[in-house]
């Protein structure tokens, strides 16, 4: 059982860039793939991007050309750059494992308001 907490969420206006952490409890080197997820209020969560162990990635098409998914698997972290954002971006953000049963952490809040 591997333990995530996010960070770097935070209040932004339209058109603004932020960069979300994850941090790790043990290794992910051994995680095929690494996923962001996101909650809007009355919404269901959604996967946002993963990333395999090897580097390829996948974006849900709201996001592609904005958001950048990677991951250093030296330092158990996986980041999501966010650029050009919108107010629909408003969200709780969430990272874990795909195909695991790791608990969900707090996730970290991303506003997106004038």
């Known amino acids: 059982q591997v333990q995530f907490v996010e960070s770097g969420g935070g209040l932004v206006q339209p058109g603004g860039s932020l960069r979300l952490s994850c941090a790790a409890s043990?290794?992910?080197?051994?995680?095929?793939?690494m996923g962001w997820y996101r909650q809007a209020p009355g919404k269901q969560r959604e996967l946002v991007a993963h990333?395999?162990?090897?580097?390829?990635?996948y974006y849900v098409d709201s996001v592609k050309g904005r958001f950048t998914i990677s991951r250093d698997n030296a330092q158990n972290t996986v980041y999501l750059q966010m650029n050009s954002l919108k107010t629909e971006d408003t969200a709780v953000y969430y990272c874990?494992?795909?195909?695991?049963?790791?608990?969900w952490g707090q996730g970290t809040q991303v506003t997106v308001a004038s």
């Open positions: 043990g290794s992910i080197f051994g995680i095929n793939f």
């Open positions: 874990n494992a795909l195909g695991r049963s790791d608990p």
């Open positions: 990333i395999s162990r090897g580097g390829s990635t």
